[in-house]
Each structure stands twice: as C-alpha cells, then as structure tokens.
C-alpha cells in the first residue's frame, strides 16, 4: 500500500504486534519506523520481516511506539468478541437495542476496556466487572453499572439487574472461575459467552455455548484465506 502521498511512509502500523525501527519497503516504498503484521509462514524474530500491506495503516506523529504496540491485538479482540463471536451488529444500531443486555468480565483490562466502549457504540445496555478501584475508569468508558468480580453476590446481583434476561457475554479473563461466575449471572436459558482462553473443563452449563475469541486467530485467518485466493502470499 502506498503512503507516500499522505507523508506517512516513515510511520506505519500493520496490525500486529511487532515494532520495528528497521527499513521496510511496502509496495516500493521506504518505512523506518513500523509496527508489522506477519503473515502465517512468518516469523517475528528476525532482522527482515514481510508484512502484508493491507494490514498497514499510519501511526499518527504524536503516538509513540508504546502508544502503537498496544492498539491492534486488544481492539481486534473486542471487534472479534462482539462482532464475528456474538454476532451483534457492527454500526451503531437504534435506541430500541439499548434492552439488549451485554456483561463485560475483566473490563478494565486492554479487551475490556475496547469492548466496553464498542459495545455501546452498538447501543447495548453494558454491565461490567472490575477491581472497585477501576470503577470510575469503567464507568468513564461507558458501562451504565459495574460490579465487582470478588464480590461473592455479584453475578446473583447482575442477574437480577438484568431481569434474567442476560444472553450474551464476554470474558476478557477466562480464568479463576470467571466461566462460573459469568454462566451464573446469564439467563436460566442459556446464553453465549466469548472468552479469550478455552476454559479447561469446558463450557459451565449444557446450555451456555463458548466462543473463543482471540485476534491472532482472526488475522491469521484472513491470511490463509488470501493466500487461497491469490496462490501464495
């Protein structure tokens, strides 16, 4: 991709997790500074990499590297947890939707604290967990009502906030009993969780269906599938 007529070829990110202050040439064009995407036969160790262009976009001049590093695994996880897992609608969508009750585990987390804030740019109704000491920074993310996860109550509590009406979720933790604490909060029906690890013992009840979740996964996917079209990378 050329970025040569926006004056940003010296500062791309391609959406992974690599930086690089190595030239790299992108359709002929010198970058100096880069984060890199990696396609699946390749590796992130090395002194050259090959990144897919359509991965790139330019890092703005008052980011830094650091500011950079953090953006693409996180929000790629939340658009995969709430996008292509549970399906929700990707434009913000009517103020009816605001019933829709979605709870974010770990919200103050690098997912969480994206899926938040998507979420309710999708208009759903978002119930949160967190260290009380992050409350303020959910609620300034948009969570309309935050619980917090050691409280032994708090998923009785949700469920009663939703009106045993909570289907959908997201675990951005995915370990030390988050599955049982997130499967006792959703409705009597079931529900559908997206969670970023695999749960080792498997989904907390017969009628709750997890969905793992993870951008790596989601990118890698995308380059096969390219490949397959185009013969090779």
């Given at each position: 991709r050329?970025?040569?007529?926006?004056?940003?070829?010296?500062r791309?990110?391609?959406g992974?997790?690599c930086?690089?202050?190595?030239?790299?040439?992108?359709?002929?064009?010198?970058?100096?500074?880069?984060?890199?995407?990696?396609?699946?036969?390749?590796?992130a160790?090395?002194?050259?990499?090959?990144?897919?262009?359509?991965f790139?976009v330019p890092?703005?001049?008052?980011?830094s590297?650091e500011?950079?590093a953090?953006?693409?695994?996180?929000?790629?996880t939340?658009f995969?947890?709430?996008?292509?897992?549970?399906?929700?609608q990707i434009l913000?969508a009517?103020?009816a939707?605001?019933?829709t009750?979605?709870?974010?585990?770990?919200?103050s987390?690098?997912?969480?604290?994206?899926?938040?804030q998507?979420?309710?740019?999708?208009?759903?109704k978002?119930?949160?967990?967190?260290?009380?000491?992050n409350?303020?920074?959910?609620r300034?993310?948009?969570?309309d009502e935050?619980?917090?996860?050691?409280d032994?109550?708090?998923?009785?509590?949700?469920?009663?906030?939703?009106g045993?009406?909570?289907?959908?979720?997201?675990?951005?933790?995915?370990?030390?009993g988050?599955?049982?604490f997130?499967?006792?909060?959703?409705s009597?029906?079931?529900?559908?969780?997206?969670?970023?690890?695999?749960?080792?013992?498997?989904p907390?009840r017969?009628?709750?269906?997890?969905?793992?979740?993870?951008?790596?996964?989601?990118?890698?996917?995308?380059?096969?599938?390219e490949q397959?079209?185009?013969?090779?990378y």
């Open positions: 050329d970025f040569s007529q926006s004056g940003a070829a010296r791309c990110i391609c992974w997790m930086v690089s202050k190595y030239t790299v040439v992108v359709h002929s064009h010198s970058m100096t500074s880069c984060l890199l995407a990696i396609s699946p036969n390749s590796g160790f090395s002194q050259y990499l090959v990144a897919k262009a359509d790139a890092i703005p001049d008052s980011w590297f500011d950079a953090q953006l693409p695994v996180g929000i790629f939340a995969q947890e709430l996008y292509q897992s549970l399906r929700f913000p009517p103020a939707a605001e019933s009750p979605i709870l974010i585990y770990g919200a987390s690098s997912v969480g604290g994206y899926a938040v998507l979420a309710k740019l999708g208009g759903l978002v119930y949160a967990t967190a260290s009380p000491k409350f303020d920074l959910v300034a993310y948009g969570a935050v619980y917090d996860y050691k032994p109550d708090a998923a009785k509590k949700i469920k009663e906030a939703t045993g009406k909570l289907k959908y979720a997201v675990d951005n933790i995915s370990e030390r988050s599955d049982k997130i499967s006792a909060a959703l009597d029906d079931g529900g559908k969780i997206a969670a970023i690890l695999p749960y080792t013992n498997g907390p017969e009628n709750v269906v997890i969905i793992n979740s993870v951008a790596y996964d989601l990118l890698v996917e995308v380059c096969i599938r397959g079209r185009s013969g090779g």
